[in-house]
């Protein structure tokens, strides 16, 4: 381990991914000045319940464009592919937001919200224009994507963490004027704390992305067509719509165990400190698209430090005294909800050594541009969560919590097992066609 933080290659990947992790970390804490801000009007539970129905749809519709940022990372070489990518990014940014007119305008909304999200008829004036206010929060953010793509391609990556860093700090002063002002007392003020932080990130963004893109206006590249582009898209994004519903087929199987209210509550503590972890590692198929082709060695040396870390951290926080105190000290946990998280922990220790490599084989399958290689492990994933838990939770529901943590991380080892042999089925065609030809 030792040899490998000394080596200048690993420092330069380090130099890097650092930066990325960083800015994944830190965009979490946004959630917490909304969530902060919101508590403190009068009614609050029922502000933040509205807050997030809304976020909830949000983050359904803002899925397919946060995919720009995969795109423009392994597409865009140049001005003239940037602008390809460009112009599919704007198509599908009039389709979201028709829908998300459609939703926030019509009576559309009421149904979705009402049979959706089962909202309360007298929350609807309120849940449009929270959401009409977070749709322009998806239009930022796919644009900031967009760019950000080609800064990870180009490298600067110390611009994604300075975005968020100053998107934060943009987000507590119209936080701060919001409370002083007693204007903090409806769930849009939340949506429009969002909209400003992620506006400040995306000018940012799009600025230094703008320059890099005029930079590179005579770099020599292949015709990027629309059809590649689509095919790399689409796949990408059906991918990553699998993985948002796997909890929520998780959280349906848990109502059938021993203690219903103690078993999710647990399993959602134990994922969001699993996830508080691996947040920082979440980029490693950008490792893989920018250093693969250059240093497969060194690339691989990265996945296995990634792979032992967050490992370790959980571990730590399952098997000693830091445990305990973390989640009664910081997390404020009663005792038996904090032994309860700690027993479903141990189980995510498997998710969190499987993770860096289920997304560094990821990596290459986009390299390659065959997203939709990925579709087949996805599927295994989700038929071995659902496999899985259904014995648990009938047989064993005094598994509780764990049998949800159980489900969760063997699906993601059957998903590892199962992308491991796409790609290396994927390599094999070509030996065999090149010995065909011999």
Known sequence: MSKILKDSSFIRILIFFIPLAVSASLTSISHVIINGTLSRADHAEVIIANYAIAFSLFGILERPLLVFRQTSSALAKGKASFN??????????????????????????????????????????????????????????????????????????????????????????VAAYLNLSNHA?????GAIIF??????????SVWRGNSIVKENEK??????????ISNFYFPLVIY????????????????????????????????????????????????????YEKDKRMVIKCVIVFSIVPSVLLAILSFTAAGPWFMRTLLGADMTLAAESLRVLKF?????????????????????????????????NMVTVVLVIIPLVFWNPALNGSAGAIAASTGELIGLIAVYFVISRRQKIPQVAEQKII
């Not at 939703?103 to 007298?122: H, P």
């Not at 007392?185 to 003020?189: D, L």
């Not at 770099?219 to 590649?228: A, D, I, P, S, V």
């Not at 719509?241 to 959602?268: C, E, M, N, R, W």
């Open 84 to 173: 390809k990518i460009a112009a599919f990014f704007i198509k599908v940014s009039l389709a979201i937001t028709a829908l998300c007119a459609l939703i926030g305008l019509t009576r559309l909304g009421d149904l979705v919200f009402i049979y959706g999200f089962n909202a309360e008829a007298d929350s609807m004036a309120s849940l449009r224009v929270t959401f009409l206010v977070l749709s322009g929060v998806i239009l930022v953010s796919g644009l900031r994507c967009l760019y950000q793509g080609m800064i990870i391609n180009k490298l600067e990556t110390k611009w994604l963490t300075f975005g968020v860093v100053v998107r934060l700090a943009g987000m507590f002063a």
């Open 185 to 189: 007392n409806t769930s849009a003020a």
């Open 195 to 204: 909209l400003a932080g992620m506006g400040i990130e995306c000018f940012i």
């Open 219 to 228: 770099e020599t590249e292949t015709t990027l067509r629309q059809k590649e």
């Open 240 to 291: 990553l719509s699998f993985q948002t519903i796997l909890i929520p087929i998780i959280y349906a199987f848990l109502g059938k165990i021993q203690d219903v209210h103690l078993g999710i509550a647990s399993f959602a503590l134990a994922f969001s400190i699993t996830n508080l972890i691996l947040s920082f590692f979440m980029y490693t198929h950008q490792i893989v698209l920018q250093f």
């Open 348 to 380: 995510f220790i498997i998710k969190t050594m499987v993770f860096p490599w289920v997304d560094y084989f990821g990596g290459i399958l986009m390299l390659q541009k065959s997203t939709k290689s990925l579709l087949k492990p996805q599927i295994f």
